[in-house]
């Protein structure tokens, strides 16, 4: 079974804190991806990366980074959090380029 | 540009069938998916459709298949209350794009 994991269920960090989320996916994808999840809004694309330290931007990338440094970890960073990235973070990871893609549990994350 | 349309609510009584409708705009898409999401939880594969099949059905679920309007649905036989969540329909556009999703329908199941 695929297994993708986040480092944590729920956060509450401050404003103006930097703040990292991880992601770890267990089955060798090449492609990890980060959406935020907002009610009335469905999922929004941050970020994702087709290979190790490659990255390309989603539809929402403004206030947020990524790092891949390695294949089976996708890091989210929030430079400067703010409150208005209070969300659901989910992380997925998928093979080739039209795969299945596979869901972590999604940190809800939120910032004061 | 890509876009999945889903509405945003239904609600149906615990033993009924549940249809959830969806339609997406890239002709080109060669799989679509609907994944279940919890409360409080990520998103599950439920299944998936290849874009050569008009219908595809695992146990008390069937997806059509409408190339020619765009249109898939999922429908939920013999409704249970555990089937209440979040119900997201996505599609892969053409070329090496991630999956593109709808707003999701939430399922409310009244006993």
């Known amino acids: 079974d695929v297994k993708v994991t986040q480092s944590s269920r729920y956060l509450v960090k401050r404003t103006g804190e930097k703040v990292f989320l991880e992601c770890v996916q267990d089955m060798d994808h090449e492609n990890m991806f980060w959406y935020r999840q907002d009610p009335g809004l469905g999922l929004r694309l941050i970020y994702f990366?087709?290979?190790?330290?490659?990255?390309e931007k989603g539809d929402i990338p403004e206030g947020y980074s990524v790092s891949r440094e390695k294949k089976e970890r996708f890091s989210l960073i929030l430079e400067s959090a703010s409150t208005n990235q209070t969300s659901m973070y989910l992380c997925?990871?998928?093979?080739?380029?039209?795969?299945?893609?596979?869901f972590g549990p999604g940190t809800r994350l939120l910032v004061l | 540009g890509e876009d999945v349309e889903q509405s945003l609510f239904l609600s149906v009584r615990e033993g009924d069938s549940s249809v959830i409708n969806c339609t997406y705009t890239d002709s080109s898409s060669t799989y679509l998916y609907w994944y279940k999401q919890e409360p409080g939880a990520g998103l599950q594969l439920l299944t998936y459709i290849f874009s050569n099949m008009d219908m595809k059905q695992d146990q008390r679920l069937t997806v059509l298949l409408n190339k020619k309007d765009k249109h898939l649905s999922l429908r939920i036989a013999d409704t249970q209350t555990g089937d209440s969540a979040i119900y997201f329909c996505?599609?892969?556009?053409?070329?090496?794009?991630?999956?593109?999703f709808g707003k999701g329908t939430r399922l409310s199941v009244i006993a």
């Open positions: 990366s087709y290979d190790v330290k490659m990255k």
């Open positions: 997925a990871s998928s093979s080739g380029t039209r795969g299945t893609q596979y």
């Open positions: 996505a599609e892969i556009p053409s070329g090496n794009t991630p999956l593109v």
